[in-house]
């Protein structure tokens, strides 16, 4: 939850931590800004992380642009409250925000998760998007496989916590390499995913469990768009990213050798080179 709030900056926004702090959809989201630039770059972290998984992005890029990253309700330090937890929450809770900040349009890059919340969002709002940037996640919805193993993981964080899930979804996340070299990173990771409140990490899985398909709508999509994947990813595979860059017109696809789920922290200078290379065609 967000705390400790101190300096007023406008009625609806306040400084909190090095951090800031706004009223947007009924909560206090918890998100950074940094640089200049027309069209701002928001960054939509994965599950179960925060806004912090987008620090190499935020160094490289804020020199040249302005740079947002936020807490996905729940997450790091934004609030939720009693609404049913959903993808298409999330993505009122995006749009909201973006309200909040007077933001019209915006480049958007999701990781994951915050892929899904993309897809959602542009399918409800696609005039607010300048380009967009799919990283690591798929259009697809849970197969009914997927979904019993998702309510499988709910009943066994229920019954004793989430160390063990914790553990178990920073292995799949990561590449071999990757789960061997950087030790501090994920030790980093563990403990934010154990320091989440359970109910939060359970609600996210029942909403993911329950999202709907968005492949029906990539055909409509109308502006430019890159596609990320780690040639390693196990969680989506290259296969997903494949499938958006085939159905949507105006794509192109990038895969990130010797990097996983979080291509993004994996290789973050080519992650990095991928991403300034196409937000610079598309703002010229």
């Not at 007023?8 to 909190?16: A, L, R």
């Amino acid at each position: 939850m967000a705390r400790n709030f101190n300096i007023n900056i406008k009625e609806h926004k306040m400084e909190v931590m090095g951090t800031n702090i706004i009223k947007a959809n009924g909560i206090n989201v918890s998100y950074s800004d940094n640089g200049e630039g027309t069209y701002p770059i928001i960054f939509i972290h994965g599950f179960p992380f925060n806004k912090s998984a987008w620090k190499p992005q935020i160094d490289m890029l804020k020199k040249t642009n302005r740079v947002i990253t936020y807490d996905i309700r729940g997450f790091g330090d934004s609030e939720t409250n009693n609404e049913n937890t959903s993808i298409t929450l999330f993505a009122h809770d995006l749009l909201k925000f973006m309200d909040a900040l007077e933001i019209k349009k915006a480049i958007l890059c999701g990781l994951s998760m915050g892929g899904y919340i993309l897809l959602e969002a542009v399918s409800l709002y696609p005039h607010r998007f300048k380009g967009l940037i799919l990283c690591d996640t798929q259009c697809i919805a849970d197969t009914p496989e997927a979904k019993e193993k998702r309510l499988k993981t709910i009943k066994q964080i229920e019954k004793n916590g989430s160390e063990e899930f914790a553990k178990g979804f920073l292995e799949s996340a990561f590449c071999k390499e990757s789960y061997t070299s950087k030790k501090r990173l994920i030790e980093k990771l563990y403990k934010e995913i154990i320091a989440l409140p359970p109910t939060i990490i359970t609600n996210t899985l029942l909403a993911l469990a329950q999202r709907t398909e968005k492949c029906t709508i990539l055909k409509d999509i109308m502006l430019p768009v890159l596609i990320i994947c780690g040639k390693e990813d196990k969680i989506t595979p290259i296969d997903r990213s494949e499938f958006l860059f085939s159905n949507i017109e105006h794509s192109s696809l990038k895969i990130i050798s010797d990097a996983g789920h979080l291509s993004n922290l994996e290789q973050p200078e080519e992650f990095n080179k991928c991403v300034n290379t196409f937000i610079t065609a598309v703002l010229k």
